[in-house]
């Protein structure tokens, strides 16, 4: 059985299927339907609520999610918060300020954009919220009918509006930030979740438990985020038999200096991991603005992008230029490879039975090293690469001593690009070493054409992309930048 709060009270539901999602079980078993269904895959934001996961030092990290592809075992100790809690008075100044600004017409995705912005409410920062605050928050909440304007100044006009409820109100927690009681005494123990067909659940809180039921179920998935994982269900309609929940693991969470290494667990959110990265390596930022939604990155994890072995997965590309190393765990220990002999074919892995991802060493920049990373995509938000290169330089006197280029979409896997960077090696920075180069990515890549571009399309643009990473480090010497390109 799990334990958790929905708004204000306490919750213990009984066998709860591995494979439900949190929306499902409001929709079908709580009867709450104003979270709604829109696309089941975490695109559209239409399902999105609030959870609240009490921290070491008793306060309360709100953050939006999609509950769609969230499974329902996750809530055990958290608190979940949905649109109605927002019906008993004072309701939020979002709420009223969406409607002073005409912010919805036929209201299937308001509800969604006000727990969005809520979320936004309750993490506000002295000094103000920015408008890019609230279009990374709006990022995930598709509109069709209003447009995004009045929703934009509805936004403005809550943020610096304050929301005292009473004490009793089902989302007060909201508003102190701290760990209610009824949370506080919810067990923090592992658990384990069976149903009668069969299908399991486990939710492990330490390394040793997590070696354990991985010996005795080495083909078991593995869960943390789930903002992949959960699409088998939602949208292929499988059913998966054996669930382990990464997301209580502490040894699997965090980011930590080790030496020359910045080493980030494998259940660490892109939200955990985006400051302690980009302050290494500023390149990353943009890009991680850019990868998914919000809600995406509140659940997202570092190990889920990387195991999943997308060929246009954002993060490893720009991992593998940076030389990173991984380290895979199991019942029989851990051991370490390079990230980019992590993958062997297409969704294909160095991953042996019972092994999962421990974590992901990154080497700290040194002198005269810059990183440059362009994502190229349909749309600015919430969108998957067509092509993502990254580039990592050497420059030192106008002259490369040594560059890795890698680049997502372009093969079966992420790879780099051998001839290419042989090319430049040791040559001066400059157009005519750029010509040999480009010359050279055509035969590291016969990239496939799919729906999302062509293969002739693909390699131009791999091309403009190292183009582009000549003409930004030429003109701003040492910086590390991305261009947030959409094609």
């Given at each position: 059985?799990?334990?958790?709060?929905?708004?204000?009270?306490?919750?213990?539901?009984?066998?709860?299927?591995?494979?439900?999602?949190?929306?499902?079980?409001?929709?079908?078993?709580?009867?709450?339907?104003?979270?709604?269904?829109?696309?089941?895959?975490?695109?559209?934001?239409?399902?999105?609520?609030?959870?609240?996961?009490?921290?070491?030092?008793?306060?309360?990290?709100?953050?939006?999610?999609?509950?769609?592809?969230?499974?329902?075992?996750?809530?055990?100790?958290?608190?979940?918060?949905?649109?109605?809690?927002?019906?008993?008075?004072?309701?939020?100044?979002?709420?009223?300020?969406?409607?002073?600004?005409?912010?919805?017409?036929?209201?299937?995705?308001?509800?969604?954009?006000?727990?969005?912005?809520?979320?936004?409410?309750?993490?506000?920062?002295?000094?103000?919220?920015?408008?890019?605050?609230?279009?990374?928050?709006?990022?995930?909440?598709?509109?069709?009918?209003?447009?995004?304007?009045?929703?934009?100044?509805?936004?403005?006009?809550?943020?610096?509006?304050?929301?005292?409820?009473?004490?009793?109100?089902?989302?007060?927690?909201?508003?102190?930030?701290?760990?209610?009681?009824?949370?506080?005494?919810?067990?923090?123990?592992?658990?384990?979740?069976?149903?009668?067909?069969?299908?399991?659940?486990?939710?492990?809180?330490?390394?040793?438990?997590?070696?354990?039921?991985?010996?005795?179920?080495?083909?078991?998935?593995?869960?943390?985020?789930?903002?992949?994982?959960?699409?088998?269900?939602?949208?292929?309609?499988?059913?998966?038999?054996?669930?382990?929940?990464?997301?209580?693991?502490?040894?699997?969470?965090?980011?930590?200096?080790?030496?020359?290494?910045?080493?980030?667990?494998?259940?660490?959110?892109?939200?955990?991991?985006?400051?302690?990265?980009?302050?290494?390596?500023?390149?990353?930022?943009?890009?991680?603005?850019?990868?998914?939604?919000?809600?995406?990155?509140?659940?997202?994890?570092?190990?889920?992008?990387?195991?999943?072995?997308?060929?246009?997965?954002?993060?490893?590309?720009?991992?593998?230029?940076?030389?990173a190393t991984l380290v895979l765990d199991g019942p029989e220990g851990e051991r370490?490879?390079?990230?980019?002999?992590?993958?062997?074919?297409?969704?294909?892995?160095?991953?042996?039975?019972?092994?999962?991802?421990?974590?992901?060493?990154?080497?700290?920049?040194?002198?005269?090293e810059a990183l440059y990373i362009y994502k190229v995509s349909k749309r600015l938000?919430?969108?998957?690469?067509?092509?993502?290169?990254?580039?990592?330089?050497?420059?030192?006197?106008?002259?490369?001593?040594?560059?890795?280029?890698a680049f997502g979409g372009m093969a079966a896997i992420p790879a780099r690009a051998?001839?290419?960077?042989?090319?430049?090696?040791?040559?001066?920075?400059?157009?005519?070493?750029?010509?040999?180069?480009?010359?050279?990515?055509?035969?590291?890549?016969?990239?496939?054409?799919?729906?999302?571009?062509?293969?002739?399309?693909?390699?131009?643009?791999?091309?403009?992309?190292?183009?582009?990473?000549?003409?930004?480090?030429?003109?701003?010497?040492?910086?590390?930048?991305?261009?947030?390109?959409?094609?």
């Amino acid at each position: 059985m799990i334990e958790f709060l929905l708004n204000g009270q306490i919750e213990k539901p009984d066998h709860i299927d591995p494979n439900l999602s949190i929306l499902e079980w409001l929709r079908t078993k709580m009867r709450l339907t104003g979270t709604k269904e829109g696309c089941a895959s975490g695109d559209c934001g239409a399902c999105t609520v609030i959870t609240g996961t009490p921290g070491e030092s008793g306060d309360i990290l709100y953050q939006a999610i999609n509950s769609c592809i969230t499974p329902m075992a996750s809530l055990h100790g958290k608190e979940l918060v949905t649109i109605e809690a927002f019906q008993q008075e004072p309701g939020h100044p979002v709420q009223s300020c969406m409607v002073e600004q005409h912010g919805a017409q036929c209201g299937f995705c308001t509800p969604g954009i006000v727990m969005s912005l809520t979320a936004l409410h309750a993490n506000r920062k002295e000094g103000g919220t920015s408008n890019d605050q609230i279009l990374e928050a709006l990022s995930g909440n598709l509109c069709r009918c209003t447009g995004y304007r009045p929703i934009v100044a509805a936004s403005h006009q809550a943020m610096v509006e304050e929301w005292q409820p009473e004490p009793g109100h089902p989302a007060a927690g909201m508003a102190n930030r701290a760990t209610t009681a009824p949370l506080a005494g919810i067990h923090r123990n592992s658990f384990t979740l069976n149903m009668p067909e069969g299908s399991r659940y486990d939710a492990p809180v330490s390394l040793h438990e997590l070696r354990a039921l991985r010996r005795e179920a080495p083909y078991s998935r593995l869960v943390a985020g789930g903002t992949d994982l959960m699409l088998e269900v939602t949208q292929q309609l499988n059913t998966l038999d054996h669930l382990i929940s990464l997301e209580r693991i502490p040894e699997l969470q965090g980011c930590v200096l080790d030496d020359n290494e910045l080493v980030i667990g494998a259940a660490t959110t892109y939200h955990q991991l985006r400051g302690p990265l980009c302050e290494l390596w500023p390149a990353f930022d943009a890009m991680l603005e850019r990868l998914g939604s919000l809600q995406i990155r509140n659940r997202g994890t570092l190990g889920g992008n990387i195991a999943n072995a997308s060929p246009i997965g954002d993060m490893p590309p720009p991992l593998i230029a940076l030389g990173a190393t991984l380290v895979l765990d199991g019942p029989e220990g851990e051991r370490k490879l390079p990230l980019e002999e992590f993958f062997q074919g297409y969704k294909q892995t160095s991953l042996q039975p019972g092994e999962f991802v421990h974590s992901v060493r990154v080497p700290v920049p040194e002198v005269n090293e810059a990183l440059y990373i362009y994502k190229v995509s349909k749309r600015l938000d919430d969108d998957i690469s067509a092509v993502l290169g990254a580039f990592h330089l050497t420059v030192d006197n106008g002259v490369v001593r040594a560059c890795r280029l890698a680049f997502g979409g372009m093969a079966a896997i992420p790879a780099r690009a051998p001839h290419a960077e042989a090319a430049l090696t040791g040559q001066p920075w400059n157009e005519e070493s750029l010509q040999a180069a480009l010359t050279a990515l055509a035969d590291d890549f016969s990239p496939l054409s799919d729906v999302r571009a062509s293969s002739g399309y693909r390699l131009q643009v791999a091309g403009n992309l190292l183009r582009r990473t000549l003409l930004a480090s030429t003109s701003l010497p040492g910086e590390q930048l991305m261009v947030t390109d959409y094609a």
